[in-house]
């Protein structure tokens, strides 16, 4: 049975999926409007680290108070995404102290309810950042994202249980199809790796192609999905609003099989 985690208000691996909004904000006026006007449509608001102008750590601890004051009882979910892996920046391959660091200095004011941490990064950065997080009683999100391709469903699930084994209190796979056959090779791995975990599960496949696994994760084992209010942070994110409606749908319905 998947256990539930607690990211702010939302539960995240009972009911419906929840709908995660991105802030890709510069500035930290910016961020907080953006962090305003997501209010309405979502359940955590995810902050992308790598956007913004000033990673000083002065800079990040400011943005980061602001931004807790705006999102109030809303959770908020740090990702600083690395270049290798589809952010912003393209010049901090190797800069693994500074990943490190930005989120520690958060973490110590309890600015931010989880942390998303790249698996790829290597187990000793994963350690750090789940002690971190874990000592500020915050959640973890271990994440993968393959921004030009589709692994095989095996190499998906080995991925996803190799995080769960790390420590991670929740498990991400983002990939990128290039056929239906892709999207339903995520799908099936989503499937069998929800059969084997009991962290809950974060699927996406990217761009058009994977919009499906956006709205309708939750028959896979998918217990969170994301939607824009504004700019996107990935390829295929659709509306948070419209994107509630559909995901409480199928929620509905599957919640009325016999």
């Not at 979910?77 to 290798?84: E, F, I, M, N």
């Amino acid at each position: 049975m998947t256990r539930t985690v607690r990211l702010g208000t939302a539960q995240v691996g009972a009911g419906a999926p929840v709908v995660i909004v991105p802030l890709v904000a510069t500035s930290t006026g910016a961020l907080v409007e953006q962090a305003r006007a997501a209010l309405g449509a979502a359940d955590v608001l995810e902050w992308r680290l790598d956007h913004m102008a000033d990673l000083s750590p002065e800079g990040v601890v400011a943005a980061g108070r602001a931004l807790a004051g705006a999102a109030g009882s809303i959770g908020v979910l740090v990702t600083y995404r690395t270049g290798a892996e589809g952010g912003a920046r393209t010049d901090d391959a190797g800069d693994v102290e500074a990943y490190v660091e930005r989120y520690r200095v958060l973490l110590d004011e309890h600015l931010v309810a989880g942390v998303d941490v790249e698996t790829a990064l290597g187990p000793a950065v994963v350690a750090q950042v789940v002690a971190a997080a874990h000592h500020a009683g915050a959640v973890v999100v271990g994440s993968s994202h393959d921004t030009t391709a589709t692994p095989s469903a095996e190499q998906i699930v080995s991925r996803l249980v190799a995080m769960a084994a790390a420590g991670v209190d929740m498990c991400k796979a983002a990939v990128t199809p290039h056929t239906p056959d892709d999207v339903l090779t995520l799908l099936a791995a989503t499937l069998t790796a929800s059969r084997r975990l009991d962290q809950p599960l974060v699927t996406v496949a990217m761009g058009p192609l994977g919009v499906v696994t956006r709205l309708a994760g939750q028959t896979f084992g998918s217990a969170a999905t994301f939607g824009t209010v504004g700019p996107a942070s990935a390829p295929g994110q659709v509306d948070a609003v419209v994107l509630r409606q559909v995901v409480d749908l199928v929620h509905h319905a599957l919640a009325a099989q016999p």
